[in-house]
């Protein structure tokens, strides 16, 4: 059967991490989903793009439509949208399946649970750009209701 054309692979297919798939999503635009299953504390990857100072991050994410920016220490961030690989397109969740690990200048995303195939990967965005005033979709029973 053919793949829907929204779907693309992470790296190509035949590496042994197409476990990542970007698919439009019912939270938010488009999501990141499990290509395979994927066992608890697995590391998926983690969130690449342009290098930035924290200060160029909060210009930024004021001005831009969609935020994609993790800082990743007290002056460095990264910009996922330009030039980034899937993890700019995982979605916030109130009750996440994945967490990130912020540590030496990088954010790396693990599994925080047993995951099935097709299940959207979602993680806690924590403090985040939108300073609250996004409304949350998640769907899940803790929603907070706002990102
Ligand atoms: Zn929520």
Partial sequence: MPKPHSEKRFPPAGSTQEMLLIRRSSIQGKGLFAG???????????????????????RRSREAKRIAIVEISATRAIDGSIGGGPFQFINHSCNPNVFIRIAYNRAEFYAKRNIRVGEELTCDYGDSHHDGRLACRCGSAKCKKFI
């Fill in 36 to 58: 395979q299953p994927i066992r608890a504390r697995k590391k998926l990857g983690e969130f690449t793009g342009e290098g930035i100072s924290v200060r160029e991050a909060r």
